[in-house]
Structure formats: structure tokens, C-alpha cells
């Protein structure tokens, strides 16, 4: 019979051989928890802080914008009405409500009448036909003296009129 060979222990090999420990990693440095606790506070308030800040910044753009729309908005109304001003004040509009409305009409040459100055009077005067002069005007026309020469110029200077007389309508 065939025998087998002795088996030598394996197990007593790896104790005799010998082995290689690995050299422990180098441990790295370690923060104190508190000051671990306070840096992660203090950038999570300034994140905060920050946040608010953008918000605050879009909170004024939209602001800003709302009140330039108000302003294209009153520009375009003010165009509007300067236009309504205008197209209520021209002479076209006024001319027919007085003729329509209040029952007003042109005046015609019949009811101005030239006069030609007195030679005492050499001033230009405006008179209203048959009406009565006011008590007091004699003196009126004395303390007046420099404007009716001046009007008196004026008007012999524009055409040779020299007095002229209106009568009520």
C-alpha cells in the first residue's frame, strides 16, 4: 500500500514566517467640535444674510420697474390731454361754440366807425357809441397823457388811425 506523505502543519508555517504589518495611516488633524459647531453656524447665517439681500435687491428691480411703468404710463396720458387741450382750445372749436351756443356772431363793418382826431386832441382814444362818458374822466384822461401818446404814435405809425369808436352789439 501506498502511503501518503507526511503533511507537514500549515498552520504552524504562518506563525513562523515572518509577516509585515502595514504602518498605520498618518491620523489627520481633528477641529474641536465647538469650533466646528461655530463655523458651520456662522456660514450658514452669512448664507442667510446674503439670500436676504438678493432678495432684497429683486424686491427694488421690480419696484423700480413698476414705477417706470407708471411713468410711460402717465407721459402717454399727458401726451393724451395736451392733445385734448389743444383740440379744445383752437379757434375752429371756439368760433363755432359761440356762434352755435351762446348766440354770438362776427362783427361787420357797419358797426365800427372811424373818427378822425379833434385838433385840441391829439391823442388816439377808444369810444363806445352812445354811451355816456363817467363822471371823472376829464381827469383820467389828464393823469393818462403819456399813454395816449404813445397810443397816439402807435396808431398813426400802423395805418393813420387815430380814434376809433365801437358801438355794443
Known sequence: MLLAQKQ????????????????????????????M???????????????????????????????????????????????????????ERVAVIASTRLGMREPNLKQFKLVTPLPEQPTAAIKLVNQPTPEGSENLSEEMGFVRAITHWVSHWVGGVSEVEASPL
Open 37 to 91: 459647531v461655530a463655523i458651520v453656524l456662522v456660514a450658514f447665517l452669512s448664507g442667510l444674510f446674503m439670500i436676504s439681500k438678493y432678495v432684497q435687491l429683486s424686491m427694488l428691480g421690480t419696484e423700480i420697474n413698476q414705477v417706470k411703468k407708471q411713468i410711460d404710463t402717465l407721459k402717454n396720458d399727458n401726451e393724451r390731454l395736451q392733445l385734448e387741450i389743444a383740440k379744445l382750445n383752437s379757434p
Open 8 to 35: 507537514e502543519d500549515y498552520n504552524n508555517y504562518y506563525d513562523t514566517v515572518p509577516t509585515i504589518k502595514p504602518k498605520p495611516a498618518p491620523q489627520a488633524k481633528t477641529w474641536p467640535k465647538p469650533l
